[in-house]
């Protein structure tokens, strides 16, 4: 088995990797959330110009990089397993990337959850023969319009092509490519629609947005996400890593149990300070202006969202 290093990624080289660079050199981090339009428009714009890249994740799983959140893929004689689509927008890198990982077609898709940026190219996907399994809320979501208040943005329905063809409310089993494939929902953390992806043989998990890999998370309390669920779902991320798991993050570098208790860390540390102001009958600007995530920003603060818009996020919840 191959494993991909675990040195550290700089933002700045991630951000250049995930195609959002262009937003983000454009925009300060958190500042994206503040424009009129939101930041839906930027980002699609940025993963349609983006470079995509393939990193070997391990054995005959790879992650691919640059449009929206990552995307896992396992490949074989029974056809390309893609974890999460990207924006439709990349679709020619995307399809570049495929190609350089075997001639295998798509034959199968999983969605993590609702997002666009994880779900945009379930469409085309599905058109090229890939079947796509989502949680029921995910289905849900797509099927009608959804409104993200956090992103400004209203989501119209989706079209009938790229709507889960299987779904699930708590567990489901794909074995494919000599891999068994649980997938496992989460209960709400970053939206209502979260699942777990594991690569059992392999011991691989793929958590979709309940972790970013050194960054600040958003929190879509529109669709049902807050900052407890984020922390539930971390703890249940951490109950099923070993130190030689490799875990493959909706943003950020592939990582290890290590990162995940980091993040873990920052979750519950931003969390009680910003309940504590907030128990004291401290206003949102208030909190905000109190800096709550200082001791955590040079780390965490670096992309798409920054401290404030992440105490933002948790005052909302606590």
């Keep these: 088995m191959t494993t991909l290093p675990t040195q550290p990624v700089s933002r700045r080289r991630f951000l250049v990797a995930s195609g959002l660079v262009s937003a983000a050199v454009c925009l300060r981090p958190g500042r994206l959330f503040a424009e009129a339009e939101g930041p839906v428009p930027s980002f699609r714009a940025a993963a349609a110009a983006a470079k995509i890249t393939v990193q070997p994740v391990r054995g005959k799983v790879s992650m691919v990089v640059g449009s929206g959140g990552n995307i896992g893929v396992l490949t074989g004689r029974d056809g390309k397993l893609l974890i999460d689509a990207g924006i ?71 079209p009938a092509g790229a ?99 980091e993040f873990r860390d920052m979750l519950v540390a931003v969390r009680a300070k910003v309940a504590v102001l907030k128990q004291q009958g401290r206003t949102l600007a208030e909190v905000v202006a109190a800096r709550p995530t200082a001791a955590h920003d040079a780390k965490w603060g670096g992309f798409v969202v920054d401290g404030s818009t992440f105490a933002s996020l948790v005052y909302a919840d606590v």
């Design 88 to 158: 439709t927008g990349s679709r020619p890198g995307i399809t570049a990337a495929l190609a350089s990982l075997g001639a295998e077609p798509v034959r199968h898709l999983v969605n993590t959850h609702w997002h666009f940026d994880h779900t945009d190219g379930n469409e085309w996907l599905h058109a090229v023969g890939a079947e796509i399994t989502a949680h029921e809320n995910t289905r849900k979501h797509l099927s009608e319009a959804t409104r993200v208040e956090g992103w400004k943005h209203t989501f119209p329905p989706s």
């Design 163 to 261: 709507l889960p063809t299987t779904v699930f409310a708590q567990e489901h089993t794909l074995a494919l490519n000599g891999e068994k494939i649980a997938l496992k929902y989460y209960t709400p953390a970053h939206t209502d629609t979260d699942i777990a992806v594991r690569f059992t043989n392999t011991d691989i998990l793929q958590t979709g947005d309940t972790w970013w890999n050194g960054h600040y998370p958003f929190i879509d309390q529109s669709t049902g996400g807050s900052i407890d669920g984020m922390i539930r779902a971390t703890e249940v991320n951490l109950s099923k890593v070993g130190p030689d798991t490799l875990i493959i993050p909706g943003h950020g570098p592939v990582g290890k149990r290590n990162d995940l208790v």
